[in-house]
Every structure is written in structure tokens, then in C-alpha cells.
């Protein structure tokens, strides 16, 4: 099915089963009718007194696309935000955006509500330690005092009890916050006999369920034998104790069906009737059903285990995923394509998505000229797509579209999404938003791993954008200066008005302008930036005073007259490398091969065109670096060949000298490249086919050492043995017995 719309999901963050399965129920409702299902999400759950914090202020301003993008309706969360600041916020951005909203949870009177049958909970729980195990006297442990919601749950359990005809009074009923404190403080009155025992307790929260089983245990009270606990929700902690919650599910998939077909109708849809079996009791040890066909036939809590197993499969790859040192990676970036790539490259951190989106605003570099303003809020009315992954591929593409579309994505067919928006921020200032997409809810963990990403993300534009204005204020003040300030030598406007003054003394001489630059190995790094080291090495190098500028990044020109004896070539090129190496003893390496340059002469008469034959200058040399670094992938298949054979024939007399002779080519250009293309040396290659080999003779044949040694390639023995012992911590003998040995044994 095509999709024909979307809807907002709103919600403050998913930290549980049940805040995935409201998301699952929701989105295979909606997409049933042709709708993507837009999960909007500060990922943190923010208290009031939290939300003005920059950070936090960065993170809510997701809530944005309320208004920023077009949706066809919503299904708010509100129940689950702890801000009611937050809450009223995104109460008036929907106000303003007029689009059909259901509300979960939450009493107002301007959007129709969804509220759960609460009391339908805990009667489910005490009737069955009622009926099932025949208890008489209860405890029930509720939420808050006075919330609505805490105590349509308590008296589920009245209903319950008075149903059965059993007494109970106000003594019975405790108020635990659906947190753990007061259940811990319960089980510490009832093992001291404080409190006296009952059959069991209905507790209105796993979480109370939980930590009540632990503090009797811990206590030497036995739990299901000495008293009988119930939970309620079907959180995923109710299968994590020793002994396991019975518990009542269902509320996730009651509010998310129900909300979702409710807006359904108010978007004009016809909608199917649904099931009306929403909540089940989760069979548990701590009732006492310990049967476990009883718990097999639990769909409810195979549903609990599916995510639970989903959930800490994730977790384990991202074992792998906490290695990634992203943050350092991203500092080393320069430009945001740079970001971008190393983003692309890092994602593994966020498995189970299917696609995944940057979404950058339009105005994100600052505006350099006045830095102290820049985007604290909202969206801008047009994004940039700077990063789109699909299929594990990753593409760059610095487009624009409209945020109103959402993604560009959206504007294309499709079937129905499950996607996830969450923001781009950096101390106060916001970049964009974040797209990721899934197959299924349970694959949707927004946790540190994710928020690191997206924070180093951040970080790495923020690097960016702060070299960005760098480089215009160093622009700036080139503009009204003569020097490069890092450099200490002329920028372009004073090496035109040193050169026009020179011309104009001496109206007879021709000069020569030589543009130099270096080709940078982009995986090694450089003490000191290779081209400063060539121009303090040219310093050094002349004995006269030399003219020489920075005219753009990693460019500088040379000034000589003709009739001076500095011609600028090959061997030029080698010296200015042996006087680099001489001047840094050996830390930073000029390779000559990757100086770069190109000439221009200049006459008399060209006094007033300098300027341009400079630009033509610097068009020339970065054409001609574009074609020489395009020269390494045109031998890929000259070298893919040559290492093919190398591996496959390891026994031939293979030596760098008479390879580079047959290729036409100088050795250190050859090395180069072969390590660029395959990450290891030549000759390292040679000795791992020929070690290859000879393993393989060892293992599968009966021939001795030195006939092995002569089929690899080695006419001296002795160096066999000993590069093979290198290579491998032991003998050729000792690895041949080792082997067997092993190969025995697996028999």
C-alpha cells in the first residue's frame, strides 16, 4: 500500500516495552489506512524546572514540526510528560496548527481523550488471587493519593473485594507512587511483623511489585509460599526477578488502538471494528501459577519476551557501536561533507534502522558577519538534506526541500514509515533535526548511544562552522593586509603590490610565477601542515631573499626573475623534500612525488593583469592535482592484477625493483601507491603469499622444510625458517605438529 498522508506521533521518550507497544499498535493501525507514522521525541523526559536549561531547550525543539511540517493528525502522549510547562507548549502548538488531535491520558476540553478503564487493572489481579488461590486478606499498594488514575486502580480492588464479600478497610490500601521507597518500606513492616501478613498483595505498578518481592526475600519471607504478590502493566521488569511478576497487560495496546482509530474517523476514514480483549493477566511465580503451560499459552507474555530478546540483542551490538570513537573523529573535520562522512561512518551505533536522514536548517553556518545571532528555536522554512543512508549506503547530497515535506523522502511513493525525529543541537543553537526509520517499534532505542551520535553530530558542524568563520575573518583581514599572519609571507594583494612595485623599478626583466601546493595522504597526519614546512624549507633552501605569498589554503607562489638559476622541476622538487627532512629530523615527511606546481610568465606588459594570470594559475594546479590524485585509481587495476599474481605465484623471483621497471614507474610512486590502494606495502604482501603458502604445504603435504622453502619462493633455507618463525612465533617443524595435532584431535 501506497502511503497517502502522515500522522504525529508525540510522545516524551521510550523506555519501556509499553512505550513500544503503544508506538507498534499505533503505527500498524494507521498504516493499515495509508499513513506514516511520525514518532516526534525529545528522548528525555524533562521536569519543569529542566526545560530552560540549553541542552534540554535544544532537545524539545523537535516539538517544533508540530507546526513546522504537514501532518494529517495526532496522537499526543500527555500522560507521559512530567512538564506541565512542556505539556501546555505543545497543547498550543497543536492549537495553532488545527489538524485533528486525539489526546492519551490526559483531561482537557479541546481535544477528545482516550483514558484507560483503570479499575479493570487491579480487579483483574485481586480476583484471581481470589478465586485462583483462594486468598482472604489483600493488601493494595496504589500510585499518587488523589490521582485520578491511582485511584480508579484502588478501587478495582474494592470492586474485587466486594464481589467476593471479603472485609478490607483503610488499613488495607497504602499509597506506594509507583515508585520503589514505600513497597520497600512495606516489606520491611511485614518481615519484622509490624504490618501483620496477608494471603497477598495487589501492588498498581510492576516497579512497587518488584521491589516488594526483593525487600520479603531479602528478608527470609518466601514469595509466592509465604505470601502472594501481583504487579500491574506488564512492564518488561516484571520478567527480570529471581522470581517472576504476575502482572496485567494490555493498556499500551488498548490507549494505541483505541487513539489511533479514534483519529482515523476525525480524518474521514472508515474504520473497521476491532477486538475488544485488550487486557490479559500475565502468569507469573509470584501468585503461585507456576504451571508452565499456563505461562506458554500467555500471548501477552511472549510479547514481554520478543521485546525483552529484541531489546538485549540490540544492546549487544552495540558493544560494538561503544567503541566507536566518534567525537574524535569528528573533530578532525573540516568541512561539513567531511561531518557528514564520518556520520555516515559511524552509524553502526544506532543499528535496526532502515534509513536515515540529516536534516540541516538553512541558515545553520551563523551568519558570520554578526556570529551572536543564530537560530535558538524553531525550524527554518527550508532544510537541507546533508546526509541520506539506505541500504547501508550513504549518500551527500546538500539539497534543499521544504520542511513542510518533512523528508524529501515523503514527496516520493511509498509505503507507510515508521520514523523517528529527534533534534540537531549544539549549546543552545539548533542545526536541524535527525530522521531515522524502522521495520518495527522494537527495533526503536533511543538511548546515550543514539544521543551520542547525534550530539557528536552536532559537534563536528559546530567544529565546522567555527573553522568556517575563522577563515572569514582571515579573509577579512587579508583584505586590508599584506601578510598571511600564520604563514609570516604575502598574501595574495601584497605579493600583487610587491610584484607591480618590482615591475615597475625594473621595466626589462620577465618573472616567472610558480604556484606550489601538496597532495595530503588524507588517513596519515601531519605534525605540521605540509605546506608550511615547504615554505620555511624554501626559506632555508635560497640563498637569496625569495618573493614568495599565500594566496589561498595550501597554495603559495614563488616569484623569480629569469635570469636567476631556480628552476622549478623534479629534482627541485627532491630537494625541497631532503631540506624539509633535514629541517624536522624526520618527523614530518615530504614525499616529491606529491609537490605539485605549475608556472606562469610575467612580463612588463602584464603589470595590470597579475591578478589574473594568478587565477589562472591556481585553475591549472588544481586541475592538474585533481588528475593526479585520480592517477592512483587508474592503476587499481594495473596493481589489483600484479597482487593477484603476486598471491598466486608467491614462488617467483618478486622484488620492488624490477616491478616499478615493468610499470614505468618510480619506486617510491609505486609504494605509495600499492599502500594506498591496500593498506600494506609490497613487499609485506610478498612475504605473507609466500608464508600463506607454505603454511598450506605444511599443513596438506609431507614434503620437508627446504623442498617447501624452495617452492616459495626462498632459495635460502635458513631465511625461511627464520622469517617464517617471525611471522608465525614458531618453527616450521613446530607448526606442521601443532596442526596435526589439532586436525587429530577434531577426528
Known amino acids: 500500500m501506497k502511503a497517502v498522508g502522515r500522522i504525529g506521533l508525540i510522545v516524551p521518550h521510550l523506555i519501556n516495552n509499553l512505550d513500544v507497544e503503544l508506538v507498534e499498535v499505533i503505527h500498524k493501525t494507521v498504516a493499515r489506512y495509508g499513513y506514516d507514522t511520525i514518532l516526534l521525541s525529545g528522548i528525555i523526559n524533562f521536569m519543569n524546572d529542566m526545560v530552560d536549561e540549553d541542552y534540554n531547550r535544544g532537545l524539545i525543539n523537535i516539538y517544533d514540526l508540530i507546526v513546522s511540517s504537514d501532518f494529517d493528525g495526532f496522537i499526543f502522549s500527555a500522560d507521559l510528560f512530567c512538564s506541565e510547562r512542556l505539556r501546555s507548549r505543545i497543547f498550543d502548538m497543536l492549537r495553532k496548527n488545527g489538524k485533528p488531535c486525539v489526546v492519551i491520558g490526559y483531561q482537557q476540553s479541546e481535544f477528545p481523550v482516550i483514558s484507560m478503564p483503570e479499575s479493570e487493572l487491579l480487579y483483574m489481579s485481586a480476583e484471581h488471587l481470589i478465586q485462583k488461590h483462594g486468598c482472604r486478606t489483600l493488601y493494595c499498594i496504589g500510585g499518587h493519593k488523589g490521582d485520578e488514575k491511582s485511584e480508579q486502580r484502588i478501587s478495582g480492588f474494592r470492586n474485587a473485594m466486594d464481589k467476593a464479600g471479603l472485609p478490607y478497610d483503610e488499613s488495607c490500601i497504602f499509597y506506594g507512587e509507583y515508585w520503589s521507597d514505600i513497597p520497600h518500606e512495606i516489606g520491611i513492616q511485614l518481615a519484622e511483623g509490624k504490618l501483620p501478613m496477608p494471603d497477598g498483595v495487589v501492588c498498581a505498578s510492576d516497579i512497587m511489585a518488584v521491589e516488594l518481592c526483593r525487600t520479603l526475600r531479602s528478608h527470609g519471607i518466601r514469595v509466592p509460599d509465604d505470601i502472594k504478590i501481583t504487579g500491574c502493566d506488564g512492564d518488561l521488569i516484571s520478567l527480570t526477578e529471581y522470581v517472576s511478576i504476575t502482572t496485567v497487560a494490555g493498556q499500551a495496546r488498548y490507549c494505541g488502538r483505541h487513539s489511533a482509530e479514534l483519529l482515523l474517523k476525525l480524518m474521514g476514514n472508515e474504520v473497521m471494528e476491532t477486538p475488544k480483549n485488550y487486557f490479559s493477566l500475565v502468569i507469573g511465580e509470584s501468585c503461585g501459577c507456576t504451571d508452565k503451560s499456563s505461562i506458554d499459552q500467555s500471548k501477552a507474555l511472549s510479547k514481554i519476551r520478543d521485546y525483552a530478546g529484541t531489546y538485549y540483542r540490540i544492546k549487544q551490538s552495540y558493544r560494538l557501536g561503544s567503541c566507536a570513537d566518534i567525537l574524535s573523529k ?418
Open 330 to 747: 569528528v573533530s578532525e573535520c573540516s568541512t561539513p561533507d567531511d561531518v557528514m562522512r564520518t556520520a555516515g561512518n559511524c552509524i553502526f551505533m544506532i543499528p535496526g534502522f532502515t534509513r536515515a536522514e540529516i536534516c540541516l536548517c538553512e541558515d545553520w553556518q551563523r551568519n558570520f558577519q554578526n556570529p551572536a545571532l543564530y537560530r535558538r528555536g524553531g525550524l527554518s522554512s527550508n532544510m537541507l538534506l546533508g546526509l541520506e543512508i539506505r541500504d547501508n549506503c550513504y549518500n551527500i547530497p546538500f539539497q534543499f526541500f521544504s520542511t513542510s515535506e518533512l523528508l524529501p523522502f515523503f514527496s516520493q511513493p511509498h509505503s507507510p514509515q515508521l520514523t523517528v525525529a529527534t533534534s540537531l543541537h549544539y549549546k543552545g543553537q539548533i542545526f536541524g533535526y535527525i530522521c531515522l526509520s524502522y521495520k518495527n517499534a522494537a527495533e526503536i532505542i533511543l538511548d546515550d548511544y543514539l544521543m551520542n551520535w547525534c550530539d557528536s553530530v552536532s559537534s563536528g558542524l559546530n567544529i565546522v562552522q567555527n573553522k568556517m568563520y575563522k577563515t572569514y575573518v582571515d579573509q577579512q583581514i587579508d583584505a586590508i593586509s599584506e601578510y598571511a599572519p600564520i604563514l609570516g609571507i604575502y598574501n595574495k594583494r601584497g605579493l600583487i603590490g610587491r610584484l607591480t612595485q618590482i615591475i615597475i623599478d625594473d621595466s626589462e626583466t620577465v618573472h616567472t610565477l610558480t604556484i606550489i601546493s601538496y597532495i595530503k595522504n588524507e588517513k596519515k597526519k601531519y605534525p605540521v601542515p605540509p605546506i608550511q614546512a615547504i615554505v620555511n624549507a624554501l626559506r632555508i633552501a635560497s640563498s637569496e631573499e625569495m618573493l614568495l605569498a599565500s594566496i589561498e589554503d595550501d597554495l603559495i607562489a614563488i616569484v623569480s626573475s629569469d635570469t636567476k638559476p631556480n628552476a622549478i622541476d623534479r629534482d627541485w622538487a627532491g630537494d625541497i623534500a631532503d631540506k624539509t627532512d633535514d629541517i624536522y629530523k624526520g618527523s614530518v615527511v615530504i614525499e616529491p612525488e606529491n609537490i605539485v606546481f605549475v608556472t606562469e610568465k610575467i612580463s612588463p606588459a602584464d603589470i595590470f593583469s597579475i591578478s589574473g594570470i594568478m587565477d589562472t594559475a591556481v585553475k591549472n594546479i588544481k586541475g592538474k592535482m585533481l588528475t593526479m590524485q585520480a592517477g592512483v585509481f587508474s592503476y587499481r587495476d594495473t596493481f589489483t592484477t600484479l597482487r593477484e599474481s603476486i598471491f598466486g605465484s608467491p614462488q617467483n623471483e618478486w622484488n620492488v625493483g624490477s616491478i616499478t621497471r615493468s610499470l614505468g614507474i618510480s619506486k617510491s610512486h609505486f609504494q605509495r601507491i600499492y599502500k594506498e590502494l591496500f593498506g600494506i606495502s609490497c613487499k609485506e604482501d610478498i612475504i605473507a603469499a609466500r608464508m600463506e603458502s607454505a603454511e598450506s604445504y605444511l599443513i596438506h603435504t609431507e614434503l620437508s622444510v627446504s623442498e617447501i622453502a624452495e617452492r616459495c619462493g626462498y632459495p635460502n633455507t635458513s631465511h625461511f625458517i627464520r622469517q617464517f618463525k617471525k611471522k608465525n612465533g614458531v618453527s616450521p617443524n613446530e607448526y606442521r605438529k601443532t596442526k596435526k595435532m589439532i586436525g587429530n584431535n577434531m577426528q
